[in-house]
């Protein structure tokens, strides 16, 4: 396996990525990681190895690139200083899913340019759980499957909320949802399957009874080595099954 940092040229700028590939492309697939809050960092580039080392291609974009230089955050108390709370909320608020969605156009030319020709699987944390299925949702004819792990507000009273765009999602989507999350509470879950059930979408919305928001993420004060483990059986199954 080898990796890259790369530039991505956007409408808005230039988004930092990394870029990773396997020894041997064995499909031709690619898959975009949409990070979680904290950006990205050695705990995401560790996840996109592991997922590149089932053959595909993977993209790391910095999604928050319109804010210039930031962090890094220590993710256990981030959101406890007043100050990195605030440029936190700031950046989560003004990064808008249309801006996310605008920018993987040329994220998906970035795996394209790359050698992953074929199929795209999405899978956003946190924050990006949302992104992963509104993208979906705007490139139905590449993107073949979407994972969201503690994504929030998957279904809000946003105008942009991904149920939304439910009616437009080809892919298959699987949805891992923390036990106790205040961003995404039981009434959503039930909202976000109403839609994807009324649009035929094929998919999973599972609930992992007593893991906390973040726990999928290895270097989260909640993480979880049982729970983690048990979404990458998840993701690997969703990626053989969609992606070739």
Known sequence: MHWQHIR????????????????ADRSGAGIILYMDAFGPRPAMDQMAERMAAEGHTVLVPDIFYRFGEYGPFDTRTAFSN???????????TETTQ?????????????????????????????????????????????????????GGNLASDADDSPHRAATRIKARVYVGVAGVDRSFPPEQSAKLAQALREAEVDHIIENYVGKAHGWAVPDHGVYDVDGAERHWRRLVTLFDETLG
Request: aromatic content about 6%; proline content about 4%; overall charge neutral.
């Open 8 to 23: 991505i040229e956007t409408a808005d700028g230039t988004a930092p990525a990394t870029l990773f590939k396997p020894d």
């Open 82 to 92: 007043e100050q990195t709370a605030a440029q936190l909320r700031r950046m989560l």
């Open 98 to 150: 249309a801006m996310t969605i605008a920018d993987s156009r040329h994220f998906i030319d970035a795996l394209t340019a790359a050698g992953a020709t074929g199929r795209i699987a999405t899978v956003g944390y946190c924050m990006g759980g949302a992104r992963a299925l509104n993208a979906a949702a705007a490139y139905p004819d590449r993107i073949a499957a979407a994972g969201s792990f503690h």
